[in-house]
């Protein structure tokens, strides 16, 4: 199993402010396209991220199932 580091599989999430209440965003780093964002608003900014970091987890494991699934068909396994 392998997952490449290289811009195009890096993610960084971004956290915002709406009046009292925050968001998340994670999108891709080398091109700035948006991949998942939060549904719901969140009271402090502790709970967005804690949020994110599930999502962004959820995203990672999909990642890396979709890599170890490519090296399987390019090994013949």
């Known amino acids: 199993m392998r997952c ?3 811009p195009e599989s ?3 999430v971004r956290i915002s402010r ?3 209440a925050f968001a998340w965003e994670i999108y891709r780093e080398a091109d700035s396209v948006v991949v998942h964002r939060s549904t719901r608003l969140f009271a402090t900014r502790i709970e967005a991220i804690l949020d994110s970091a599930r999502a962004a987890a959820t995203l990672s494991i999909a990642a ?3 890599s170890s699934g490519e090296d ?3 090994n013949g396994d």
């Open 64 to 66: 890396i199932e979709s």
């Open 4 to 6: 490449d580091s290289g």
């Open 18 to 20: 709406d009046g009292d």
């Open 10 to 12: 890096r993610y960084v």
């Open 72 to 74: 399987e068909s390019q």
